[in-house]
């Protein structure tokens, strides 16, 4: 598929686990963008990579959380020691050039019991 | 203040109204606007850029207002199939292209 890809679409773990989030953007896209979003709120910004570089991580909520893209390509998230308020719809989202119109994958539902 | 704040709604209306949203946001040297869709449990999609100047895609037009700063997205004749959440996003400061949503706008449009 053309699109962005995210897998697992569901995740349930238990708390204390580690989990990894996998994202292979759009070919060709060199912004790549991790977002948060609980029920009832608007996606929140986690971190955003343009190549293999963080440009930005400000989002990230504590050192708990963190992210990879080694070859400017696929993005690994990673979150340590999982707590219940971790429960969320992880989305990652590309675009050809930062700042302009970004492309959401369908999401990683993440579950922690 | 939220770097994007948005009215969340829900905005019920019958099919064929007009309606409109709102939304301001917090830094005066954001660049780009958009306007995305959700639907429920599913991703975010762009419903249209904002410029300057204002724009319109068939029923949908998009205001900005920068002495202001809001943005507004106004539907005419609604269908039941613009049933959804109406995000409203900013480019974040020091253009690190860091892109802000707010909180999203619901929309229930009913026969």
């Known amino acids: 598929g053309a699109g962005v890809s995210q897998t697992p679409s569901n995740k349930v773990t238990e708390k204390g686990k580690y989990v990894e989030l996998r994202c292979d953007p759009i070919s060709g896209h060199t912004a790549l963008y991790w977002y948060r979003q609980s029920l009832g709120q608007g996606p929140e910004f986690l971190i955003y990579?343009?190549?293999?570089?963080?440009?930005?991580d400000s989002g990230l909520p504590n050192d708990r959380f963190f992210a990879v893209r080694p070859e400017g390509s696929v993005s690994t998230l990673k979150i340590q020691r999982t707590e219940r308020g971790d429960s969320a719809m992880y989305l990652c989202?590309?675009?050809?050039?930062?700042?302009?119109?970004?492309?959401f994958g369908e999401g990683s539902w993440l579950t922690v019991v | 203040r939220k770097e994007v704040e948005q009215d969340p709604g829900p905005f019920n209306v019958p099919e064929g109204a007009t309606v409109a949203f709102n939304c301001t946001y917090s830094n005066s040297a954001s660049q780009s606007f958009f306007w995305y869709r959700q639907d429920c449990r599913k991703e975010p999609k762009l419903l249209m850029s904002v410029y300057s100047s204002g724009n319109e895609d068939g029923r949908f037009t998009a205001q900005l207002n920068r002495a202001s700063q809001y943005i507004s997205l106004l539907i005419r004749d609604s269908k039941l199939s613009d049933s959804a959440t109406y995000l409203c996003v900013v480019n974040g400061p020091g253009n690190t292209g860091k892109l802000i949503f707010g909180q999203g706008t619901t929309l229930q449009v009913k026969p």
């Open positions: 990579f343009q190549g293999t570089g963080a440009a930005d």
């Open positions: 989202a590309s675009s050809p050039v930062h700042g302009n119109t970004i492309y």
